[in-house]
């Protein structure tokens, strides 16, 4: 068993994960959630790390806890990543992505205004 997936099961984001992907189907068939569950998804933490990733980007050079934040939030959700029931991981990698650059524009105070005009 990985690091992420010790870290995830230790802070329960498994049935956090499992929570908002059924949420709404409670009026469903069970013939209905197994169909459901055979088709490939994206994971919600990985959406969200990539949403926060790309305001880490945008705004990471003047607010440093966006970049900390999603940084933190892609080490503590990778781990519920599985491999048989969701699409790809690169939700995951590109939000990280854009975090580390906007963290690294932080440090070395650089700005999206500063590269305009070359």
Same mark, same amino acid.
């Given at each position: 068993m990985s690091i992420f997936q010790k870290i995830s099961k230790f802070l329960?984001?498994?049935e956090l994960k499992q929570k908002l992907y059924f949420e709404g189907n409670n009026e469903m068939t069970r013939e209905e959630k197994d169909?459901?569950?055979?088709? =490939?998804?994206?994971n919600p933490f990985g959406l969200i790390v990539f949403l926060l990733g +790309?305001? /880490?980007?945008?705004?990471g050079p003047r607010f440093i806890l966006l970049p900390l934040l999603t940084i933190i939030l892609f080490f503590l959700?990778?781990?519920?990543?599985? =491999?048989?029931?969701?699409?790809n991981p690169w939700t995951f990698y590109?939000?990280? +992505?854009? /975090?580390?650059?906007?963290?690294?524009?932080?440090?070395y105070e650089l700005?999206?205004?500063?590269?305009?005009?070359?």
């Open positions: 329960y984001m498994s169909y459901i569950n055979q088709i =490939k998804r994206q +790309g305001a /880490s980007f945008a705004f959700t990778f781990g519920t990543f599985d =491999k048989e029931k969701e699409d590109i939000g990280l +992505g854009l /975090s580390v650059i906007g963290l690294y524009m932080n440090l700005l999206h205004e500063d590269y305009l005009y070359y």
